[in-house]
């Protein structure tokens, strides 16, 4: 059987809107090797691999790379992998896909709203709040003035495995303001910050959504995500210590990738159970092309 390849844009409204993401299926495994230089080609952030047939527990394994290493765990292509999976490998009508990563079993469910529209969830890990930073540095290497940073919640690192920085601002003029330069991010990374940081404010570029959010990482230069699960979810165990929002808030609607010209909508739930964090992040997923390798 040959491999086939999908397109989707996950965490979209629109076709070409937010994050992109290749899937390609095949009933037999390629090499890591091969997978490498495939998610190289693609270049795309993520490309994910996965087998048409099911394990025995009924898991689909998946396999998630980069253009240069294989990766863990990330929010965006497990929302796409599994809305993959659930159209054009199994083709039914279950409401959840469990797939079978590097760091276990990943359970994504999917919901059918009144209008028709799909939503794709999943249950983010467990997370831990670690230092807190003053906003005078961070201020300087943002392009910022210390005036732009939201002091009633602090600047703080939150960890699944990956950390990131969790920089509150002001208002959206600040948050479209920032910027930062790859030496400005290495000195950054050298003073023992995350090599990702996730600005947040809000003030929305449309007014249904509750945030706007920018994300940068370095991947051997500073670069913009487009829509980020795994940023969203640190924001919602970040939310929860701070009580940025009630338990009747959600959905939290999060806008990104407005500066980069990819528009994306995250969702995010909330609350704490027994005393534990627990979050979910979800959105649309838009397929835009399919294939066949050769």
Known sequence: MAHRFYMVDVFAEHPYSGNPLAVVVGSEPLSGDTMQ?????I??????????TPEEDGAYRVRIFTPAREIDFTGHPILGTAWV????VARDD??????SLA??????????SDDGKEHVWFLAPEMS????STPKLLATTLGLSSDDIETATPIQVVSAGTSALMVPLKSLDALRRSKLTFGEFSMLVEKGFPALIYLFCRQTHLPQNDLCVRFFFDAHGVREDPATGNGAAFLGAYSLEYQLFSDTDWPIRIEQGYEIRRPSLVMLRTRKCDGNREV???????????GELL
């Not at 999976?85 to 054009?88: E, K």
């Not at 079993?105 to 919901?111: A, G, I, M, N, S």
């Not at 979910?280 to 399919?290: L, Q």
């Open 103 to 112: 760091v276990g079993k990943v359970p994504v469910t999917f919901e059918i």
């Open 129 to 132: 709040l670690g230092a807190i």
């Open 280 to 290: 979910s992040v979800g959105g649309y997923v838009i397929p835009t092309v399919r």
């Open 43 to 52: 270049n795309f952030s993520e490309t994910t691999f996965v087998t048409s």
């Open 94 to 99: 279950s409401r959840q896909i469990q797939l």
């Open 85 to 88: 999976i659930r159209h054009y």
């Open 37 to 41: 230089r495939l998610a190289a080609e």
